[in-house]
Each structure stands twice: as structure tokens, then as C-alpha cells.
């Protein structure tokens, strides 16, 4: 805790505040850019998935932890912590689809650049997690375990996804340049898929290195949840090839020169919605 005058400020707070900050304002910028039309939303929605995701993840910690808490006091009060990533995911993906649906928004692009800033959000908000020691790893001898107060060398989950995240918010942001530098085709849905499949691989591998989450069989409950969201990315990656035929990595090798009406309806990414 951070003490300012009388008042107690949450590290890992400030840390998940500037996350999603940082997201919000680079999705204000890339729309106010791309799409002013749709710019005009990043309020509603950025208050929505805040209440949503908190929500999500409060959801899915009571869950995998239903018996450490008494009463409904203890289990409605997010502001002592306990929150699951996964569950705010969901939680905040449900509220965004909602929203896109009712409003009438463009469905893969805006998908798509949330997907795009995701990555980087997380990798932030993580070291929240890591300045608070939440989510311990389990004990090992590599030369890179961090040292607890018990003194004993252990995985540290958090640092490993906040830097696995970062690489992949470096990728996209370089396949991000090279579409805009040589206007290459994008396939809708392509950072959205991606984003999935590799966030499930990452949460599913790193699960066994965190120690003291309940195990159902074999895996945890995130493993779980983990495998389903590798399937559902899998699925959409398929979907949005299916649009294209001569596409690499959701990239087209050749320089597009097509009208939206010319590739079927499909306009580029950020370039047309």
C-alpha cells in the first residue's frame, strides 16, 4: 500500500488504473485517427468493460475460491482484492460484443483493436501483481527464481506473462507498421484470433508454475478455461481465412489494390470499416 495523507492507495491498483488507461487512450487515438464516427463510444465503453471485467473477475476468483470467504460481505468486496484475469476477459469481452451488437458498431475491427492493445494492458498490469507478491510461484532452482520472504526461489507467474504479453504487443505492433507501410491486406478478425490462441497457450503453460490453485484431474480451472479459449481462437482464425485465398499469418504477401467491394465486402484493417 501506498500511503498519501490518510489515504491507502493500492499498488497493484495504480498498476491495473495505468493498464487500462494506456489501453483506452491508444484505442481513443487509433479510432479519432481511423474512424471519428465510432471514436465517440470510447466512454460508454471504456466504463463498461471497467464495471464488466471487475465484475468477470470477482466471478471467476469466488469460484476457484468459493470456501475462503464467509459471508457475502467478504465475497462482494473487491476493493480487499481477489480477481481472476480470465474471468475479467470474459467478462469484458461479453459486455464489449453486447455493446457492438446494440449500438451497431463494426464487429472484427473494433475486436481487432482491442485485441491489439490487449497484450500491452496486460503486460502492465501484471507487474501489479508481481509488486504485491500475488499469484506465488512454485519453488525452483533456475538461476532467474525470485526470492520470496520465506527465502525460497520461486517462479514468478506474473513477470513471465507480463513479459510474454509485451513480445506479442511488439508483434503486432510490427505487423501493425508493415500493413500501414506497404498497405497490405489484413484479415478481419486476425489480431482478435491470435490474440486468443496465444493468451490461451500462455495461461495454460504458465498455470504449472503457480503454486496453491485448486487442481480438478490434473489441470486448474484457468487450464481449463485456458484450452476452451484456444479452441474458440482457432475456430475464428479459420473463419476469417476462409475469406481470403492467398493469405500469410492473416497477411497477404502481395501489395492490396482491391476496392472493399473487389475482396467481397471486406474492407482493411483500421484503413475501413
Known amino acids: 500500500m501506498l500511503q498519501w495523507g490518510g489515504l491507502s492507495i493500492s499498488v497493484w491498483g495504480v498498476f491495473v488504473g495505468l493498464a487500462f488507461l494506456v489501453g483506452l487512450l491508444i484505442i481513443d487515438r487509433e479510432l479519432r485517427k481511423k474512424q471519428p464516427n465510432v471514436a465517440r463510444h470510447v466512454g460508454n465503453l471504456g466504463l463498461g468493460i471497467l464495471l464488466s471485467s471487475i465484475l468477470g473477475a470477482r466471478v471467476a476468483y469466488l469460484i476457484d475460491h468459493w470456501e475462503a470467504f464467509s459471508t457475502w460481505q467478504e465475497r462482494i468486496a473487491v476493493w480487499d482484492g481477489g480477481l481472476g484475469m480470465l474471468g475479467g476477459m ?3 469481452t461479453g459486455f464489449l460484443v453486447l455493446y457492438i451488437r446494440l449500438q451497431r458498431l463494426p464487429w472484427f475491427p473494433l475486436l481487432d483493436l482491442f485485441a491489439y492493445v490487449l497484450p500491452l494492458s496486460i503486460a502492465i498490469g501484471r507487474l501489479g501483481c ?14 532467474w527464481g525470485f526470492v520470496g520472504l520465506d527465502g525460497i526461489p520461486r517462479h514468478e507467474p506474473a513477470i513471465y506473462e507480463s513479459i510474454i504479453m509485451l513480445a506479442v504487443f511488439g508483434i503486432f505492433f510490427l505487423l501493425q507498421k508493415y500493413h500501414q507501410k506497404h498497405h497490405a491486406l489484413v484479415v478481419h478478425g486476425f489480431f482478435v484470433s491470435v490474440f486468443v490462441i496465444l493468451y490461451g497457450v500462455t495461461r495454460f503453460l504458465l498455470d504449472f508454475t503457480r503454486a496453491g490453485d485448486p487442481v480438478y484431474g490434473s489441470l486448474t480451472l484457468t487450464q481449463y478455461a485456458a484450452i476452451v479459449l484456444i479452441a474458440t481462437g482457432v475456430i475464428l482464425y479459420q473463419h476469417t481465412r476462409a475469406h481470403l485465398k492467398n493469405s500469410f499469418i ?9 476496392t472493399a467491394e473487389e475482396r467481397g465486402g471486406i474492407p482493411r484493417y483500421f484503413d475501413e470499416f
Open 250 to 258: 492473416g497477411i497477404s504477401d502481395a501489395v492490396c489494390t482491391e
Open 130 to 143: 508481481h509488486a504485491i507478491a500475488d499469484h506465488p510461484g512454485k519453488p525452483t532452482g533456475a538461476n
Open 90 to 92: 470474459i467478462g469484458a
